[in-house]
């Protein structure tokens, strides 16, 4: 299979980077032009990867070997944009926010620009620590003078250093921010004690129940929790996680990495990139030989985010997802450069939320770009009224997909 991949990452290679010479003018919208923009495959490596290691905040889906890979492979999530910030000397880069039109966000003629996606969804833009709200300034103007009447910071954290910064720097000029919606995810505090924290959050009678789970993979083979972290190791790592994956209901949903070319060639190439500056690890759970879970895990600063997770559903009885978790949790708490997890999950997410019971305010944040701007009030409009429309659709496809499940 490691063959598979390898010949899946080429092929598409090669294609992104034919479909990368021909450059073909955005949507047009009115008064914006994204184009003037500079790509965010041009971003000097260097001056990024410094400016990752001095952020405010932490997005390991912003760091460079995530974004890039997102940027050649992902169809629908290549050719972004980017905002950035530069000190009066313009040799080191204070701010980053990788940028699409709101027409290529959401399908709709507007005059703002929007935090690239570049899977999964965490817009928390890169501003450098010692001078964050002089780089949302300046990203500010930069976005005025190509024409945009407001940005928008998609699945932002509502309470962090990059919202602080951002509202400070529109108070100078008599802004202020709109919440679009919000909503509350899963955040592992990894500052405490993991023992302590699981029987606050699950109880003893939760607790004995899978232990009782535990033994009974034990009865399989001995249950081993595993690490891959090196690019040596980590290759052979996302092999099983991407056929655990590609075993249970995502398969059947056709949603799985492994069944998607593309997906697979952005997958290997980010992880193992990621993995090459100590940015990622796969980690598994064993019964004997036999793998039952594996996720991947990145990392950035004092942060780690629970990206993705695959079972071996033969062993749902067994709760594998769960036991997985539960060692994840005293890994990550026994680990003094991290101080929290986003688990990146769903609102009330069945799994996750039980066993990590901090919360991370997540929201879209519109923010406009001059003052009383009869547009701003049209873009926000416009965004709810598409919002309305779609979620009872999204509401009704979910609960298809459930009752399949």
């Not at 928008?152 to 720097?169: E, N, Y």
């Not at 083979?221 to 056929?243: H, K, N, R, S, Y």
């Not at 547009?375 to 399949?404: N, T």
């Amino acid at each position: 299979m490691l063959e598979v991949i390898k010949n899946a990452v080429s092929a598409n290679e090669h294609r992104a980077i034919g479909e990368a010479q021909v450059s073909l003018p955005p949507r047009a919208t009115p008064n914006l032009a994204p184009a003037a923009l500079q790509m965010l495959r041009d971003v000097p490596l260097d001056s990024w990867q410094s400016l990752a290691a001095r952020a405010a905040e932490p997005n390991g889906y912003y760091l460079p070997d995530w974004s890039l890979a997102a940027d050649i492979f992902l169809r629908g999530r290549t050719e972004n944009r980017a905002l950035s910030a530069w000190n009066e000397s313009g040799e080191t880069l204070l701010g980053l926010m990788p940028a699409v039109s709101a027409w290529r966000a959401y399908g709709l003629p507007l005059p703002a620009l929007v935090t690239a996606d570049v899977y999964p969804p965490l817009g928390t833009v890169l501003l450098d620590r010692d001078n964050a709200d002089q780089a949302a300034g300046r990203l500010m103007r930069q976005a005025r003078a190509v024409g945009a009447r407001a940005l928008i910071l998609r699945d932002t954290p509502l309470d962090g250093p990059v919202m602080a910064a951002f509202t400070r720097a529109m108070a100078w000029e008599g802004l202020q921010t709109h919440v679009l919606h919000s909503h509350a995810r899963a955040l592992l505090d990894a500052t405490r004690d993991a023992d302590e924290l699981l029987r606050e959050a699950l109880g003893a009678k939760k607790l004995k129940e899978l232990r009782r789970q535990h033994h009974r993979l034990a009865d399989i083979g001995e249950v081993m929790f595993t690490i891959a972290a090196t690019p040596e190791d980590i290759a052979p790592a996302l092999e099983v996680f991407l056929q655990l994956e590609a075993s249970g209901w995502k398969a059947r949903r056709g949603t799985a990495l492994l069944q998607d070319e593309a997906h697979l060639a952005f997958i290997c190439r980010a992880v193992r990139d990621m993995a090459a500056r100590g940015a990622c690890e796969v980690v598994s759970l064993y019964a004997g030989e036999t793998p039952v879970a594996a996720a991947i895990v990145l990392r950035h600063l004092d942060r780690a985010f629970y990206f993705k997770l695959g079972v071996d559903e033969r062993f749902a009885k067994c709760s594998p997802g769960v036991l997985l978790t539960l060692e994840l949790t005293r890994y990550m708490c026994a680990d003094d450069s991290i101080a929290s997890v986003d688990s990146i999950a769903t609102p009330d997410h069945p799994m996750i939320d039980p066993i990590w019971r901090g919360r991370l305010p997540i929201g879209d944040v519109l923010i406009p770009l001059r003052r009383r701007d009869p547009l701003v009030g049209a873009i926000r409009v416009a965004l709810d009224l598409r919002r309305r429309i779609r979620e009872p659709a999204r509401r009704v496809v979910h609960a298809i997909r459930k009752q399949r499940s």
